[in-house]
């Protein structure tokens, strides 16, 4: 069973960068389409970004321009660069593993979660 993990949450003002990374116990990302979702209590998980094993990526249109999703140096790990934060982007992040169903990705299995509050 694979395992993810996030890391790299904080509590940062407004205008800040924040990096969120994710690590799974074995390689798969090449293997598999990944993204982050984030949550804010009271309402549904969004998906907030998705890169497909060969790389290419997709953003929310909350997010573009802003965030960036790539691959670590390391098969395993999947990083989001966030910059530009904005108080609505205050929520908990999830790292996933998924599939595409159609055009549309959907989620298999889920880190943690990591909290980011950007806040002045």
């Known amino acids: 069973q694979v395992q993810l993990v996030e890391s790299g949450g904080g509590l940062v003002q407004p205008g800040a960068s924040l990096k969120l990374s994710c690590t799974a116990s074995?390689?798969?990302?090449?293997?598999?389409?990944m993204a982050w979702y984030r949550q804010v209590p009271g309402k549904q998980r969004e998906l907030v970004a998705v890169?497909?094993?060969?790389?290419?990526?997709d953003y929310a249109d909350s997010v573009k321009g802003r965030f960036t999703l790539s691959r670590g140096s390391g098969e395993n790990i999947m990083n989001l660069q966030m910059d530009r934060l904005k108080p609505e982007d205050t929520a908990v992040y999830y790292c996933?593993?998924?599939?595409?169903?159609?055009?549309?990705?959907?989620?298999?299995?889920w880190g943690q979660g990591t909290q980011v509050t950007v806040s002045s």
């Open positions: 074995k390689i798969v990302f090449s293997l598999n389409p």
């Open positions: 890169i497909e094993g060969s790389g290419s990526t």
């Open positions: 996933n593993m998924g599939h595409w169903s159609g055009s549309s990705y959907s989620p298999t299995l």
